[in-house]
């Protein structure tokens, strides 16, 4: 399989195991071609370490439509070896968009992103979210992160996430695309406080009232007392 091949070509045991704190690996990265932002405290993986890590992803391409998921926004939590907010589900191959792969997996309802106006949205259609256009359309345009600093003790991501819903470029896509004509701006800021906490905030403005889904996927149930979620 595909693992074997990597093994051969990249696999060199004579190179000694380096820790990435040991190469001065940046504890923050925004990987602007992809759109996606990552950060953490510490390289820590053991079972009593507090270290925090978190990804968040704006995609500002299509990508082939085997392989995207309609998860604008979607971000991963995690402290130490807790996964605190997960890219919920598991892989399998693309079977139909009907079945788990294109009824959940990747759909915006497995993700930690918003609904708005129901929950019946596919990543071809679009009642839902991310579904405007297909993925040959040139001028189908998903989200893009338009501010990003990262401070000595924050970092700051601001994501605007309207063409997601309902694009500027409506007009230019295929014809009959419907699109979600209530929506007027989706934003979603991302603050990680450094070693301490992380922050998310929303702004949706709509035209008329619809139905806004806040999505947070996590392992277990949790379980709320007073200002304490465990």
Do not use: C
Request: no cysteine; glycine share 6%.
């Amino acid at each position: 399989g595909l693992t074997d091949i990597y093994r051969i070509l990249w696999e060199d045991k004579s190179i000694p195991v380096t820790a990435p704190q040991t190469l001065g690996s940046p504890m923050v990265r925004y990987f602007q071609d992809t759109g996606s932002v990552v950060m953490r405290s510490g390289w820590d993986y053991t079972e009593t370490s507090t270290d925090l890590w978190a990804t968040y992803r704006v995609i500002p391409f299509t990508q082939p439509v085997n392989h995207y998921h309609a998860d604008q926004g979607h971000f991963d939590l995690a402290r130490g070896q807790d996964r605190l907010a997960i890219d919920a589900g598991y892989y399998v191959s693309q079977e139909s968009t009907t079945g788990y792969w294109g009824g959940y997996y990747s759909r915006t309802w497995s993700h930690n992103s918003l609904i708005i106006k129901d929950r019946s949205q596919t990543r071809r259609s679009s009642t839902g979210h991310l579904t405007v256009g297909t993925a040959t359309d040139s001028a189908h345009q998903r989200g893009q992160i338009e501010r990003f600093y990262n401070h000595p003790n924050y970092t700051y991501t601001f994501a605007n996430l309207q063409d997601a819903y309902n694009p500027s470029n409506a007009t230019a896509l295929n014809s009959g695309t419907p699109v979600i004509s209530e929506v007027s701006r989706v934003t979603r800021q991302f603050v990680y406080l450094k070693d301490v906490f992380y922050l998310i905030y929303d702004r949706v403005g709509t035209t008329s009232s619809v139905n806004i889904e806040w999505l947070l996927h996590m392992i277990d149930q949790p379980t709320v007392n007073g200002s304490t979620t465990v």
